[in-house]
């Protein structure tokens, strides 16, 4: 079944300690995205990746790294989480951006840190 | 960058009326505009879209009418049931197909009163 998978679902982690939220998709998408939603907010992009080592910034990069090494995995890393953070978040990829292409999202993951 | 409104952030319409949700974008070189549904719990789903070259598309209850010169696109959503209710975003595509991917408005909740 062709997906964006997402881990984990839910997560609770304390201020500074590093965590990762893997995100894999299995349709040989070239584009990947990270986007929190927060109340009232909408959906804002957190960064980026057009193809296997591209990345680039969103609209809210600050806190947050990733990384493209492989074309099915794209996962996003909070070094020192804070409690700003703490959001729904969630994964999209689509076969090729810059053709305007529908964006496939992962089931999400709520994380909250204290 | 590209700023897209979205209005109004809460709708109430009674089962069987019809429920209007109005975008505006900022960027003229926007191409891409399409609408996702987000049930309570679940992930967003691309519900319909439409491309700069036509002015309006539909796909059985619901359209999407697109205004180039005033920059702005709407969600039509006729004989609404108790399944429409949902959050609904809009989106552009804010370089015209170029490498920065979505923009999304804030959302709006539809409510579906029986």
């Known amino acids: 079944e062709a997906q964006v998978t997402q881990n984990p679902r839910y997560l609770i982690t304390v201020t500074g300690k590093k965590l990762t939220v893997t995100c894999s998709q299995n349709m040989n998408h070239e584009y990947m995205s990270w986007y929190r939603q927060d109340p009232g907010l909408g959906l804002r992009q957190i960064y980026y990746s057009m193809n296997v080592e591209v990345t680039d910034k969103g609209d809210v990069p600050e806190g947050y790294k990733v990384s493209r090494k492989e074309k099915r995995n794209f996962p996003l890393i909070l070094e020192s989480p804070s409690p700003n953070q703490t959001s729904l978040y969630f994964c999209a990829s689509s076969p090729r951006m810059g053709a305007s292409e529908k964006l496939f999202f992962g089931s999400g993951t709520q994380l909250s840190v204290l | 960058g590209e700023n897209v409104e979205q209005h109004p952030s809460t709708l109430s319409v009674q089962e069987g009326d019809s429920a209007v949700i109005k975008c505006t974008y900022s960027d003229s070189a926007s191409n891409y505009f399409p609408w996702y549904k987000q049930e309570l719990g679940k992930r967003p789903q691309l519900i319909i879209d439409?491309?700069?070259?036509?002015g309006e598309k539909k796909d059985q209850r619901i359209a999407v009418t697109l205004n180039k010169t005033a920059k702005h696109f709407s969600l039509h959503i006729t004989e609404t049931q108790p399944e429409d209710s949902a959050v609904y975003f809009c989106a552009a595509n804010p370089t015209g197909g170029g490498a920065d991917g979505l923009t999304f408005g804030k959302g709006t909740h539809l409510i579906i009163q029986p």
């Open positions: 439409i491309r700069s070259n036509v």
